[in-house]
């Protein structure tokens, strides 16, 4: 499965004689695309890349509110995530068992 998070177009270069490139920043991560499929796209503009292509370019409003849901995913992750470990690392009860 794969999860479509937006980035936000920082930068757009010429790389040779066809091929359009962008700087994608994805909540923090940077990334590059292809902008083959979305030749219309510009600095500012939100757009959905896979595979290093971007895909789809998405209204600013959709693409805020797709980092914020990913972001609370992450961080609902980690918190359950540092639980367990919280879980594992705590002292165990060793129980006599029914034959003693």
């Not at 500012?44 to 972001?71: C, F, K, M, N, S």
Request: proline share 6%; hydrophobic share 45%.
């Amino acid at each position: 499965m794969c999860l479509a998070i937006p980035g936000r177009v920082v930068r757009v270069w010429e790389d040779g004689a066809a091929a359009r490139m962008a700087e994608i920043d994805f909540d923090g991560v940077v990334k590059t695309a292809n902008l083959v499929f979305t030749p219309e796209v510009a600095v500012g503009d939100y757009v959905i890349v896979h595979a290093g292509l971007a895909t789809t370019r998405i209204p600013e409003a959709e693409a805020l509110e797709a980092q914020r849901t990913a972001r609370e995913m992450r961080e609902r992750g980690e918190a359950e995530e540092s639980a367990r470990v919280a879980d594992l690392s705590s002292p165990r009860v060793n129980l006599p068992s029914p034959e003693d």
